[in-house]
């Protein structure tokens, strides 16, 4: 079993700037791949980014990509969601996912965003960005 605990969402202005923390705990070293996702009211949930733990490649969604920056701490078992240059259509509840099976890099890199490919995640952080 993988425990992920996120933590740092909260409420700013647009344009401001939130680090999303998610902390893994249990079997952490069996995980292979974290994924960033969000869920906002109505909506389906929409990957946003990802991070390959051994290679350290990162994976963005396009309406992210330049503003959200994914980085790993391998001695805090955690992973951090850097979020600048908010904005309203950012706002959700923010979910990080665990995946433990390698897949070939070419695979990941084209079904990263599918909630479907994860087989742990936390609870979940809210962002709430106003205008």
């Known amino acids: 079993q993988v425990q992920l605990v996120e933590s740092g969402g909260g409420s700013v202005q647009a344009g401001g700037s939130l680090r999303l923390s998610c902390a893994a705990s249990?079997?952490?070293?069996?995980?292979?791949?974290i994924g960033w996702f969000r869920q906002a009211p109505g909506k389906e949930r929409e990957g946003v980014a990802a991070i390959e733990s051994g290679t350290y490649s990162t994976y963005y969604v396009a309406s992210v990509s330049g503003r959200f920056f994914i980085s790993q701490d391998n001695a805090k078992n955690t992973v951090y969601l850097q979020m600048n240059s908010l904005k309203p259509e950012d706002t959700a509840m923010y979910y990080c996912?665990?995946?433990?099976?390698?897949?070939?890099?070419?695979?990941?890199?084209?079904?990263?965003?599918?909630?479907?490919?994860?087989?742990?995640w936390g609870q979940g952080t809210q962002v709430s960005v106003s205008s």
């Open positions: 249990g079997y952490s070293n069996s995980v292979n791949y």
């Open positions: 996912a665990a995946k433990t099976s390698r897949v070939p890099r070419e695979d990941y890199r084209t079904r990263w965003l599918i909630p479907g490919q994860y087989d742990y």
